[in-house]
């Protein structure tokens, strides 16, 4: 079975370009998050859907980030504009709704904002 | 607030040593999970404690969840280079939401 397919893998913008970054979840999975991953401060959760609806965005840092679930296979996180703060890991994970909160992760897209 | 802390931050061994990596929180979860990611990738899920007291043995870690489900312990045996990579613990916070500790970053010397 394909696990989480994320692209692109590494991203390299300019301060103030858009940046679109793409996630597939696991078939039959109706839960996906959104995580930023930095040294300083470990894994954080941005956004979280359920059954393609947003349940909670408390997480994103700013109104310059924005997410999308149009299907049950695709969702899409935003960045405009992208400042070199934004520089990280970001994880796309997705889960059974009735699981124990297991979340299987992508491979994540490494974002550089110069 | 719930909070999951685990330590220590860093651990460097050598190859065959055995280890214990702990997640603590005051707060009480419905399951711990506890995750590998090795650079460049994402976290791995290696295994999923539910009831207080419970033991779980993969290969060779061992995996405990505290009576109170507040606390998680991770033993290897004798480690090996494999083995190397940031141990990440995640608690059922309620409803759809992980909390995750810090993470143990394990280095296994050959």
């Known amino acids: 079975d394909a696990g989480v397919i994320q692209s692109p893998r590494h991203e390299v913008t300019e301060m103030g370009q858009e940046v679109t970054l793409r996630c597939k979840p696991i078939s039959g999975h109706n839960s996906l998050f959104w995580y930023r991953q930095t040294m300083m401060r470990g894994l954080e959760l941005l956004i979280y859907?359920?059954?393609?609806?947003?349940?909670?965005d408390s997480g994103m840092p700013e109104d310059r980030f924005s997410a999308k679930m149009p299907n049950a296979s695709f969702s899409t996180l935003k960045i405009q504009p992208s400042e070199p703060r934004d520089s990280a890991v970001y994880f796309c994970a997705s889960r059974l709704g009735q699981g124990p909160y297991e979340q299987y992760f992508g491979p994540g897209t490494r974002l550089t904002v110069t | 607030t719930q909070l999951l802390e685990q330590s220590p931050q860093f651990l460097s061994i050598q190859e065959g040593e055995n280890l214990t990596v702990y997640c603590n929180s005051s707060?009480?979860?419905?399951?711990l999970q506890w995750y590998r990611q090795e650079p460049g990738e994402g976290p791995v899920l290696l295994v999923t404690v539910v009831t207080g007291g419970e033991v779980k043995k993969l290969k060779r870690l061992t995996f405990q969840f505290g009576d109170a489900r507040k606390d998680s312990s991770l033993h290897i045996t004798a480690a090996q280079p494999g083995d190397t990579g940031l141990y990440l613990c995640a608690g059922g916070a309620g409803g759809f939401k992980t909390i995750f500790g810090a993470g143990t970053r394990l280095f296994v010397k050959a």
């Open positions: 859907f359920n059954n393609n609806v947003p349940i909670d």
């Open positions: 707060s009480v979860f419905s399951s």
